[in-house]
């Protein structure tokens, strides 16, 4: 477990939850002086990686909604490259009148069209954290009152049974 500085009360808070003051460093007197047995350090979970109790690792809280991926740059430098040497197999087919040519420079591009907007798959547990701090996988909601389809049937039945209004 590592070690954060505790500021006074009358003192502003440090910059960064693991700022050290330099060596040499006084507070400055307009803060006033720290009350007698004040302990400038204390114990801090968080410090060196550590995740609190009830957050996901990262820090981020188990209820944050996470992201699904993201299309890194690779992903589309990959898939730039594709589409070019498709485009290029294409005219040249094209240009030769080799219509086997032109055909797998299209698929080349159409593949490398669908590989840059296809959504990557999350990576990771997926879940919430539970007083244990394990990952478990996220209950079911459940809808009694159904869906957006059963309300849109509801206000179209009672719209319809009161003469629309």
Do not use: C
């Amino acid at each position: 477990m590592g070690s954060r500085f505790n500021s006074p009360p009358n003192w502003p808070a440090p910059p960064s939850s693991d700022w050290r003051p330099p060596e040499g460093w006084n507070a400055d007197a307009a803060w006033g002086p720290a009350p007698d047995g004040w302990n400038f350090w204390v114990e801090d979970p968080s410090v060196n990686g550590l995740p609190l109790p009830g957050r996901a690792s990262g820090g981020a809280y188990a209820s944050t909604p996470q992201s699904r991926g993201h299309r890194g740059i690779g992903r589309w430098t990959i898939a730039g490259a594709g589409f070019s040497v498709g485009l290029v197999l294409l005219v040249v087919g094209a240009y030769m009148s080799k219509i086997p040519v032109g055909v797998i420079g299209f698929l080349l591009m159409f593949a490398a069209a669908v590989y840059a907007f296809a959504v990557p798959h999350a990576s990771g547990p997926t879940g919430v954290v539970n007083a244990k701090g394990k990952v478990v996988p996220r209950g079911g909601k459940t809808n009694p009152g159904g869906g957006l389809m059963h309300r849109f049937e509801q206000r179209w039945d009672r719209r319809r049974d009161e003469g629309d209004r």
